[in-house]
């Protein structure tokens, strides 16, 4: 009895804790940050870190025109011009960031860098559950300026608002980067699948990816309705041993007096006898 109750107590919280873990909006974690690959073109700003632009490579003595924003840079104590058509900033700084041209004697057309500020403060989980009608909202923490594109994909198509539901809605992040956020409600069964969010600054992207699981309403029901089965059987196996105790008991109290009267009518016999002897 004792063995039956405590793995009933034992199911009965396993149950609670499926339920708990089941109900609202759940997801797991990956590791934040991110690593993003520059390209020849487009440099991230690192602001402390050297910053360096080559206009040619292979160069060694190439009269160099540089302009930033449209502007002609002369070298002086922050930027220096190498004859090898090196730009070298060594400690680079917020303002440092903007659009960059070079020209050589040799090129006909000048070549332009744009360095940029571009954060993935976080990746998306690498899951996500949400349940049946509940709202999806999955938030691309990317900060960067200039302004960058961000687009999502669904198992590789981008996403839309196909059937002019409003259950659709994309909004800025906290970063004010538009279309970061991704919010669907109420979601659906037929939502669930790999969602790319797609970042693009120049010729840099990067993207991060979670898989959307969406649980039935039922789902997270099993297990309360599980706990439900459980206290009524467990009241019925108290109610059915209780009984048969109390029936018991008495059926013992029934056969007690038939008993005592016996007793009794012993001890008269033992009194008589007694008092006979005397
Ligand atoms: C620069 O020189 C290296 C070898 O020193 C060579 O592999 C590379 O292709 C050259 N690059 C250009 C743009 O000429
Ligand atoms: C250009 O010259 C500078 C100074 O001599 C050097 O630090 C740098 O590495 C050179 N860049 C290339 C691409 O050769
Ligand atoms: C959605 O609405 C647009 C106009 O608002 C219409 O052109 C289009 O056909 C609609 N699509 C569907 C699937 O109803
Ligand atoms: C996401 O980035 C990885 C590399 O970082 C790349 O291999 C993959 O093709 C990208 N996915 C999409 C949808 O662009």
């Not at 302009?67 to 002369?74: A, F, I, P, R, W």
């Not at 059937?163 to 919010?183: I, Q």
Request: proline residues 4%.
């Amino acid at each position: 009895m004792k063995i039956l109750l405590l793995s009933f107590i034992l199911l009965g919280l396993y149950g609670f804790c499926l339920g708990a873990g089941g109900g609202g909006v759940s997801s797991s974690t990956s590791s934040g940050g991110g690593s993003m690959k520059e390209t020849e073109d487009t440099k991230r700003l690192r602001e402390g870190r050297p910053l360096i632009l080559t206009c040619e490579q292979n160069a060694t003595n190439l009269e160099t025109k540089w302009t930033k924003d449209g502007n002609e840079l002369v070298a002086g104590d922050h930027i220096q011009l190498f004859p090898n058509t090196t730009l070298y900033i060594s400690t680079a700084q917020k303002e440092d960031k903007g659009e960059y041209s070079c020209k050589t004697g040799s090129m006909t057309e000048p070549k332009i860098f744009h360095v940029v500020e571009l954060t993935l403060q976080k990746h998306l989980p690498k899951s996500t559950t949400v349940l049946e009608n509940d709202k999806l909202s999955l938030s691309c923490q990317v900060q960067g300026d200039p302004e960058l594109t961000v687009q999502w994909l669904k198992d590789g198509e981008p996403v839309e608002d196909t059937d002019n539901s409003t259950r659709l809605e994309m909004s800025d992040n906290e970063y004010d980067v538009p279309n970061a956020v991704l919010s669907i409600k109420p979601i659906q069964k037929s939502d669930s699948g790999n969602y790319v969010c797609l970042i693009s600054l120049y010729s840099i992207n990067v993207n991060t990816t979670t898989v959307v699981r969406v649980k039935d309403i039922y789902a997270a029901l099993w297990p309360f309705l599980g706990i439900v089965a459980e206290v009524v059987i467990l009241c019925l196996i108290i109610f059915i041993y209780e009984k048969r105790r109390i029936k018991a008991n008495f059926d013992d109290s029934d056969s007690d007096p038939a008993q005592d009267v016996k007793n009794n009518v012993d001890g008269k016999k033992e009194n008589d006898i007694r008092q006979r002897k005397h």
